[in-house]
């Protein structure tokens, strides 16, 4: 079953309703349905591999979404936000493309693409439309093939199938089921797979979709009042920034919200908290998932909220710290190193198993035997089935959703001249989820650097979101006696 039926039954059963709200252009279902045959036809005539998007959210999104799954080819939506090196080996491995966006910057790191910017692809798809069949052409089944942060070295080709998609839809969203005037604000950034999934899921419940191409909580909140927003995904650092522009007039400005699903992040229990004492009448739903698992594989509903906000029970009120219980389509379990299944209240890697899971990669197939994944993320079930995160099995650090790699942060520290060994590790943050903590070992003979010359020497060689917001200086850095480094202790150390 391919993902262009979601746009197709929409744009059949109801052709004028707004589907899309972009810039201050309306896009009815119909229309954006058009236009993704056209651009299936463009996508065909080019004899591209891959189609790639590398721009901001834009009605660009869903019509190469769906424009190639018609095609039958791969939809690559790519990080704008990449180092040019590291965008430039992507573009490689997906020649021949067809790219849309930034077509300057693709031509100067890659050759051999299709290049149209935004507004151009868009006008052709519109053009192409009369045309277009429509038709499903034939291809390898694979709707989108997405990057990962390559936190642990050479970023992996995520492939998620027709199926593995069509599997997530069908399983937790009911057809058509939202009133004409339901509008979800959309401000996550296309390459992520909460911008693929939020966009499958709102048309196939035929929600308005009101995109925000880059987020600012000023313009979020203007937004939301203008088109009456009643549903909104965030993750945890933009709800942050939200709540901390809202003030006491926060009923007023957001008086259509109806929920907010947020995810992506660790979201602290403070600011959840927060945000329920200010937005009493609005749902939160925290969603739990992965690229690999077509998005969320657990969520934390909000009866649970209000259940754990308003409990005095201490194990009921830590269920705000959770991401809630799996989806009804989805099997969970927590293992040992070993492969052990765990009883609950121990730690362990957390495997998932069901038709959504894709756990595929170009490279190779991460599935067990029994069709089980491994997620790299840590966690435990309560007594009661609910779902807390440990930290991450690969020692990622989540900063406001974002993956960033320990490495990438001691590589660069160990280019100054004073610095013997560094280790970067996550620490609690209450806006950020988690944020970057360092501990150094200072070479024997030089001058001690002081916190600022080190997160200056950071800044300038990677984004602002690496500096670190907490560093100590040791002596030497904990290690076990086959060599490894203990993460654990320096993040004790940091606490501490």
């Known amino acids: 079953m391919n993902i262009a039926l979601i746009l197709q039954m929409a744009a059949d059963t109801l052709p004028d309703r707004i589907g899309l709200v972009c810039d201050g252009k309306r896009w009815s279902y119909g229309e954006l349905f058009d236009a993704a045959k056209g651009a299936a036809e463009l996508f065909v005539a080019n004899n591209c591999q891959h189609v790639a998007l590398l721009d901001e959210s834009?009605?660009?999104?869903?019509?190469?979404?769906?424009?190639?799954?018609?095609?039958?080819?791969?939809?690559?939506?790519?990080?704008?936000?990449?180092?040019?090196?590291?965008?430039?080996?992507?573009?490689?491995?997906?020649?021949?493309?067809?790219?849309?966006?930034?077509?300057?910057?693709?031509?100067?790191?890659?050759?051999?693409?299709?290049?149209?910017?935004?507004?151009?692809?868009?006008?052709?798809?519109?053009?192409?439309?009369?045309?277009?069949?429509?038709?499903?052409?034939?291809?390898?089944?694979?709707?989108?093939?997405?990057?990962?942060?390559?936190?642990?070295?050479?970023?992996?080709?995520?492939?998620?199938?027709?199926?593995?998609?069509?599997?997530?839809?069908?399983?937790?969203?009911?057809?058509?089921?939202?009133?004409?005037?339901?509008?979800?604000?959309?401000?996550?950034?296309?390459?992520?797979?909460?911008?693929?999934?939020?966009?499958?899921?709102?048309?196939?419940?035929?929600?308005?979709?009101?995109?925000?191409?880059?987020?600012?909580?000023?313009?979020?909140?203007?937004?939301?009042?203008?088109?009456?927003?009643?549903?909104?995904?965030?993750?945890?650092?933009?709800?942050?920034?939200?709540?901390?522009?809202?003030?006491?007039?926060?009923?007023?400005?957001?008086?259509?919200?109806?929920?907010?699903?947020?995810?992506?992040?660790?979201?602290?229990p403070e600011l959840i908290e927060k945000a329920i004492g200010i937005l009493p009448d609005t749902n939160f739903t925290n969603a739990y998932g992965l690229t690999e698992t077509s998005s969320t594989v657990a969520l934390l509903s909000p009866e649970d909220h209000r259940e754990a906000f308003s409990s005095n029970d201490p194990k009921v009120r830590a269920r705000l710290g959770s991401v809630g219980k799996p989806l009804p389509t989805i099997e969970l379990e927590i293992r040992d190193e070993d492969g052990n299944v765990l009883p609950a209240g121990e730690a362990g890697e957390i495997y998932v198993r069901g038709e959504q899971v894709s756990g595929e990669y170009r490279e190779k197939s991460a599935l067990d035997a029994d069709g089980w994944f491994p997620t790299r993320d840590a966690g435990f079930l309560d007594d009661a089935g609910y779902l807390f995160l440990s930290g991450r099995a690969d020692d990622v650090i989540v900063r406001g959703g974002e993956n960033i790699s320990p490495g990438e942060i001691e590589d660069v520290l160990a280019t100054h001249p004073a610095i013997a060994d560094s280790a970067a590790v996550g620490v609690p943050s209450v806006e950020w989820g988690e944020a970057v903590g360092v501990a150094v070992a200072i070479r024997a003979g030089h001058d001690h650097p002081t916190e600022d010359e080190l997160k200056k020497l950071v800044k300038d060689r990677l984004r602002s979101s690496r500096v670190p917001e907490k560093i100590i200086f040791l002596a030497e850095l904990p290690y076990n006696e086959m060599g490894k480094l203990l993460r654990r202790e320096v993040r004790t150390l940091l606490a501490s």
């Open 58 to 268: 834009s009605e660009a999104a869903p019509i190469a979404l769906f424009g190639a799954a018609l095609a039958g080819i791969p939809y690559v939506p790519l990080n704008y936000r990449l180092a040019d090196a590291d965008l430039g080996k992507l573009l490689d491995r997906i020649k021949p493309a067809y790219v849309i966006g930034d077509v300057a910057r693709t031509e100067r790191l890659s050759q051999g693409h299709t290049c149209n910017p935004r507004s151009a692809f868009v006008e052709a798809s519109q053009a192409a439309a009369a045309d277009a069949s429509g038709e499903e052409r034939e291809g390898e089944g694979i709707a989108a093939q997405i990057f990962t942060s390559g936190t642990t070295g050479t970023p992996k080709a995520a492939l998620l199938r027709h199926a593995n998609l069509m599997g997530y839809i069908l399983g937790t969203v009911e057809f058509m089921s939202a009133e004409e005037d339901d509008a979800q604000l959309v401000c996550v950034p296309p390459y992520h797979i909460a911008g693929i999934s939020t966009l499958l899921s709102n048309m196939y419940a035929m929600r308005r979709i009101v995109m925000l191409p880059a987020f600012e909580p000023d313009a979020w909140l203007r937004l939301a009042a203008e088109e009456k927003a009643t549903n909104a995904f965030l993750v945890p650092t933009m709800l942050a920034r939200i709540i901390e522009r809202m003030g006491d007039n926060a009923g007023a400005q957001l008086s259509s919200l109806k929920s907010i699903a947020y995810g992506g992040g660790r979201m602290s």
